[in-house]
């Protein structure tokens, strides 16, 4: 079967640092997403490993380790409008198909 | 990068009834993704549109109930038939682009 997990929900405080996890068991492999929703809105690409490793981007960091099935999305310096869903995705070797998680809702307080 | 128009972005329905969902992307693409987001969820793939065949569906979404046109390799539209208050959700349509997914602005529909 396929699965991703993430966290339903996570709350840090502004100007903090938060890592949100991601585990994945999908029918091959071929990169890890990571994608910013606000309430109401479309999601918005952040980043993609398809290489074990950290990518960092601005604020942003993911990393990813294929061997275990595990990436993790870094945000520093927390800001109030990072307050949004994060969705954690995998792209399968099959049929090109996105699979995305749940998602966390990260709550940002002042 | 790739800029995708997609309406209605909002509709309310009478049950029994059908809406069709139109995406515009301002480039050439091979596929187009069709995917729905009830509320409080992530997004759940319904179906892959390719140009000139019948669109492929996830388990659990069938061409009668979500028909599927893909005339051209800029625009594809989504119907959903027939409709009941259990269809009430955000249709997306997303394109990729070098591995990066595109999304429309949603269409958030209501089924009364």
């Known amino acids: 079967g396929q699965n991703i997990d993430q966290p339903t929900e996570m709350t840090a405080t502004e100007g903090a640092i938060v890592q949100i996890n991601c585990t994945y068991q999908t029918s091959g492999f071929n990169g890890l997403f990571w994608y910013q929703q606000h309430a109401g809105e479309a999601p918005t690409f952040l980043s993609y490993n398809v290489l074990d490793g950290l990518e960092e981007k601005g604020r942003f960091s993911s990393f990813l380790s294929r061997s275990k099935g595990y990436s993790y999305l870094l945000l520093k310096e927390l800001q109030m409008k990072d307050s949004a869903s994060y969705l954690c995705?995998?792209?399968?070797?099959?049929?090109?198909?996105?699979?995305f998680g749940a998602g966390t809702r990260l709550f940002v307080k002042a | 990068s790739a800029v995708i128009s997609q309406k209605p972005s909002r509709d309310i329905c009478q049950r029994g009834t059908s809406l069709t969902i139109q995406c515009q992307v301002d480039?050439?693409?091979?596929?187009m993704f069709w995917y729905r987001q009830q509320p409080g969820q992530s997004l759940t793939l319904i179906a892959t549109a390719n140009q000139g065949s019948e669109a492929t569906y996830e388990s659990g979404f069938v061409i009668d109930k979500f028909p599927i046109s893909r005339p051209n390799l800029t625009f594809s539209t989504l119907t959903v038939s027939n409709m009941s208050p259990e269809d009430s959700s955000i249709y997306l349509c997303s394109v990729e682009d070098r591995a990066e997914a595109f999304f429309g602005q949603g269409t958030r529909l209501t089924v009364v």
């Open positions: 480039s050439q693409v091979t596929m």
């Open positions: 995705a995998v792209k399968n070797t099959g049929g090109f198909k996105t699979i």
